[in-house]
C-alpha cells in the first residue's frame, strides 16, 4: 500500500505531509489512516507523526493474512429491494433491516442503484406525497456508483473506501458483455473489516467472519 511505502521511506511524518504526497486532503486520508493503525500497520505519536507499526515490523502471520484477503471472503448478505418499492416501504426496510444502504435491483435481479437515508430524507422532507414514489426516482443509478468484485483484495476496498470517502460497496459479479446491468453479490462494509481486526486483536488469527 502507497501509504506504508510513504511511511517507511519519510517516518515519522505528518499526516498532512502524507496528504501532500499523495496530493489529496488530509481528511481523505483520516480513515485509511485510522485503520492503518488499528490494523497495527502504523503507530502515531502526537506532534510527531506516523511511524510503522509492530505488525509491519514483525511480519505476523495473521496480518500477511489480512493484507492478502479477498473481497469474497469477507463480503456480507446485502439489503436488496426492488425498484419499484415506495419511498415509503423503502424507509421502513431501513430500519426493520438495520441497514445503511438499499441495494436496488431490477426485475431480473441486476443491480441497478443504491439509495440511501439522506436521499429518502432529500426527497420525502416537507413533501408527504412523495412516500408514494418509487425508489427508482431518488436512487443513485448504475454505473455512477463505486463497486467492488469479489476478487478485489480487502486492502483495495479500503482504498477506496477512503478516498470515495464512503462507509460500505456494492459487491458485484464479473459484468457479462450482453449484459447493461451486473450481478450483485454482496455488501462490503467498514465494520466488516473492523470486526475483522477485532479477530486479529483478541485472537491472533482471523476467524471466519459472521456477516
Known sequence: MELLELVKKHAPITGEQLAEYLSVSRPTLRSDLSLLVMLGLLDAKPKVGYFLGNAYRSGSEPMKQFQTMKVREVQGVPVNVPDTLSVHDAVITLFTENADTLLVVNDQKRFVGI??????LKITLGNAAAASIPVSMVMTRYPNIVTLLQDESVMDAIRKMSLHQVDCLPVIA??????AEPEVTGWLSKSNIIRLIADIATNGELEEPDL
Do not use: S, Y
Open 115 to 120: 439509495v440511501t437515508p439522506k436521499d429518502l
Open 174 to 179: 464479473p459484468r457479462e458483455e450482453q449484459a
